[in-house]
């Protein structure tokens, strides 16, 4: 099983960057994609970004190519997710997930961090 707390949220102007956190606890921690994803206001929560327990494999959707870095460091048990050139359309709350595997996953998450706010202004 896996905890996860999420820090880092704030708001910021567009073009700024963020770096959220997501601190894990539980043995099994390096053996889990960990994935970012992000509801918007009146929106479905959608995938964002996930890395492979080892941390070689990453996959973004497209909207946040070049600008969003998912990074993991399983000596510390946490996952970032490294926010550049901000939009006002990321706006939204994040959560971290965690699901059991050794693949790249968008969907199927057994984990949920509580979420933390991001918000970008224009």
């Known amino acids: 099983q896996v905890q996860l707390v999420e820090s880092g949220g704030g708001l910021v102007q567009a073009g700024g960057s963020l770096r959220l956190s997501c601190a894990a606890s539980g043995r099994t921690f390096s053996r889990y994609c960990m994935g970012w994803f992000r509801q918007a206001p009146g929106k479905e929560r959608e995938f964002v970004a996930a890395?492979?327990?080892?941390?070689?494999?990453?996959l973004y959707i497209d909207s946040v190519k070049g600008r969003f870095t998912i990074s993991r460091d399983n000596a510390k048990n946490t996952v970032y997710l490294q926010m550049n050139s901000l939009k006002p359309e990321d706006t939204a709350v994040y959560y971290c997930?965690?699901?059991?595997?050794?693949?790249?996953?968008?969907?199927?998450?057994?984990?949920w961090g509580q979420g933390t706010q991001v918000t970008v202004s224009s």
């Open positions: 997930g965690a699901r059991d595997g050794s693949y790249l996953y968008t969907n199927g998450y057994d984990y």
């Open positions: 890395i492979s327990w080892g941390g070689i494999n990453t």
